[in-house]
């Protein structure tokens, strides 16, 4: 049975950005210690040993937290180091592929942009358990991303999915109360955090932002 999770506060954790493996691994504690409910892996400029070892020293943090950690993309590193899940997106290996070589206890979030990707992620229910909706804004953390959909395509996302749906793409703390009008389920954050000169303080602004949006 999958557990339960909450997308309110969802980290997406970059070692580049944070300034590398130990200073990623302060990052997360200090942004659990914050009030992140979820972290993501995502280190699209390191080697795969990289994403191993820093993931095996984070995956004790969050259990510590009572926090999922899923791995961006990679199914095998997830696996190997015994996470509770990964993120995959539209040119990933197919939700129902990683779902069969996951097992059914595990977490799986689907990346969508635009309406058309999530009518189809619809469809992938049972298989997948959240969708990540962006990028919002432009954003310079990942080079390859979509045409922002902005608030207004976000909220259209939102009211069309079935599925809990968090917010990712140029989120920071002076435009996440917008970004929350949209009602999405959460914010995911990379910069906001990553580069905060104090994560754990930048990680209580956000989660306070996004509970007095659901007051």
Request: glycine share 8%; aromatic share 4%; with cysteine.
């Amino acid at each position: 049975m999958r557990a339960s999770f909450d997308l309110s506060l969802y980290l997406v954790l970059d070692p580049v950005q944070c300034g590398g493996h130990d200073a990623a691994i302060a990052v997360a504690r200090a942004a659990l210690e914050g009030g992140a409910t979820i972290v993501q892996l995502r280190a699209p400029e390191w080697h795969k040993r990289a994403w191993f070892d820093l993931a095996r020293a984070v995956l004790p943090i969050t259990r510590a937290h009572g926090v999922p950690f899923v791995i961006n993309d990679h199914v095998d590193v997830a696996l190997a180091v015994g996470a509770d899940g990964v993120h995959i997106g539209q040119r990933d290996l197919p939700a129902d592929a990683a779902r069969r070589l996951l097992g059914p206890d595990a977490l799986i979030g689907l990346s969508v942009s635009n309406p058309d990707e999530t009518a189809d992620a619809q469809k992938l229910t049972g298989i997948i358990d959240y969708l990540g909706a962006g990028p919002v804004y432009a954003t310079p953390t990942k080079t390859d991303a979509s045409t922002p959909c902005g608030i207004d395509g976000l909220a259209e996302i939102c009211a069309a999915a079935r599925l809990p749906t968090v917010a990712i793409g140029g989120i920071q703390a002076h435009n996440a109360a917008d970004v929350m009008r949209a009602k999405p389920a959460g914010l995911a954050v990379v910069s906001a955090i990553c580069k905060a000169a104090d994560p754990r303080e930048a990680a209580a602004a956000l989660r306070a932002i996004v509970l007095r949006a659901r007051t």
